[in-house]
């Protein structure tokens, strides 16, 4: 096997039927879900490989359940964790190491996992030693889930047909959706909208009683459903939104969620609304049109606006001061958009995420 990876180190030549991969890529959410082209492009490309992917804590739950995939290595906090980890991924015997993070924390795993090749992104000489591939333009303005396709390729890799993200939801899950949206009494017949409007990081927050004036205008001119959604320690947010609401959302306040569960009530939406983040990706891997309210500088790294991927995005007039800033995105601006995309959509169609088999 160590001759066919040595191999591998020459453009476009073979691992070998039945490499043993580890791909690592830390967090987060979105950056997770975007990976997921790629792990399918390795699966089709070594239907027999070994591939494993180590992921933190907290953020494994967007792979779970994604087929291409043969185990999740979870990092968890403390010593005990990064010690039986490292010593996994010594004990593998990897014959490629593909580090999509290339960052301090993912540096001591490429070291300890022995591999014959190591694939990472040329960042600083001071960790790129630890590589004996580099690939340059890790931070070039191209859609992620498509540049990350290149470091794929540094071992003869080709790029899947589409770079539609993936998300394992099952049946379970969509039962869930499908109670709550019982329970509230959505209408099939009517539109309904998911409008994600937490923010982790104040620069990618659209302000809230903007959200609030956006949801209110839906509801009156396109007899809109709006479901508010939010994940652990956000209800707040949404809270003050619908606190500053003329009229009522549909779906808001349904408890926890997992990632899954969180895909399958937005697979029940026609449209998505919302800041830069996890959620949007997470629309996306459902198949959902999206509408993200984003700085024009982050615009093309998180959202793919060639072709008909579906995914829009609203940014800032340029010249905007500040820099970029989110306040100067108007409600207007946001509806005259959103209402192009509500004209295309046929009335709540229930489509499902790819199956992943």
């Not at 066919?4 to 959410?29: D, E, N, Q, T």
């Not at 694939?119 to 030693?129: E, I, L, Q, S």
Request: hydrophobic share 45%; aromatic share 6%; glycine share 8%.
């Amino acid at each position: 096997m160590s001759m066919a990876v040595a191999a591998a180190a020459k453009p476009g030549a073979a691992l070998g039927g039945s490499p043993r991969i580890l791909v690592i890529r830390l967090r987060r959410l979105g950056d997770l879900l975007l990976i997921t082209p790629t792990l399918r492009a390795i699966r089709l490309a070594y239907p027999s490989a070994r591939i494993d992917v180590l992921v933190s804590a907290g953020f494994h739950h967007a792979l779970t359940g994604n087929t291409r995939i043969d185990q999740l290595l979870v990092l968890r906090q403390g010593l005990d964790s990064w010690i039986r980890v490292l010593t996994t991924c010594h004990r593998r015997h990897y014959d490629v190491v593909l580090d999509l993070q290339s960052s301090p924390r993912s540096v001591p795993f490429v070291i300890f996992s022995g591999a014959p090749l190591r694939v990472g992104w040329k960042k600083r000489w001071m960790r790129d030693w630890a590589y004996n591939r580099l690939v340059p333009g890790w931070d070039e303005p191209v859609y992620v889930a498509r540049n990350t396709l290149r470091a794929a390729a540094a071992i003869g890799i080709l790029p899947p047909a589409d770079t539609r993200l993936e998300l394992a939801i099952s049946a379970a899950d969509r039962a869930r959706a499908a109670a709550l949206f019982a329970n509230a009494r959505i209408d099939p017949a009517r539109p309904v909208i998911a409008l994600s409007v937490v923010a982790k990081v104040e620069r990618k927050a659209w302000a809230l009683e903007r959200y609030a004036a956006l949801a209110d205008r839906l509801i009156r001119l396109h007899q809109a459903q709006i479901v508010l959604s939010s994940g652990s320690g956000e209800l707040p947010q949404v809270a003050a939104v619908v606190e500053r609401m003329r009229e009522r959302p549909a779906l808001w306040n349904y408890g926890e969620t997992t990632v899954q569960e969180l895909g399958a009530i937005y697979e029940r939406c026609n449209l998505w609304i919302g800041n830069d983040g996890g959620p949007k990706h997470v629309a996306t891997a459902v198949g959902r049109p999206t509408v993200v309210i984003i700085r024009g500088g982050d615009a093309r790294f998180w959202t793919d606006c060639a072709g008909e991927s579906g995914q829009l995005a609203v940014q800032p007039p340029p010249g905007t001061f500040p820099n970029d800033s989110l306040s100067a995105v108007t409600v207007e601006q946001v509806a005259a958009v959103v209402n192009r995309c509500l004209n295309t959509l046929v009335p709540c169609p229930l489509s499902q995420s790819p199956d992943l088999g």
